[in-house]
């Protein structure tokens, strides 16, 4: 795939991933790996940051962990990059929840946005980047 090349997610991806307090990944499903272009073992014990794009603003996922780290949900729209240099947009929920040893973490599902998804949230993003 080109450098910079959009991957568009079909109607059926389902992207999740389980990481840590710290937001390390400890869990990878197929369709993330995929998508992403990393082979699981690429992306366990590795900061979920690893995929970020950017283009994404600080303020996003300044949000977001504030969301978690209070104990809520939070959703919104991710461009997130590629191993090769490539991005893709997702729809994005990220749950704070405790592992069945006791570990507290967050799991993060994500799915298809549409493309008036997307281009409401390229020029919101670029807005938000320009007042960093």
Request: charged share 30%; hydrophobic share 35%.
């Amino acid at each position: 795939m080109a450098h910079n090349q959009e991957t568009v997610l079909d109607d059926y991806s389902f992207l999740v991933s389980e990481t840590d307090s710290k937001g390390i990944i400890k869990f990878a499903n197929e369709d993330f790996c995929k998508i992403a272009g990393y082979d699981v073992e690429d992306l366990i014990g590795k900061p979920h940051n690893m995929v970020r794009h950017n283009d994404m603003p600080r303020a996003a996922f300044k949000d977001l962990w504030q969301t978690v780290q209070r104990g809520d949900i939070w959703d919104g729209y991710v461009k997130n990059a590629t191993k090769d240099g490539g991005y893709y947009w997702v729809y994005a929920t990220v749950y704070p929840f405790e592992s069945s040893d006791g570990s507290k973490g967050f799991l993060s599902c994500r799915r298809k946005a549409t493309k008036e998804e997307i281009e409401e949230h390229i020029s919101l993003y670029k807005e938000w980047k320009m007042q960093e």
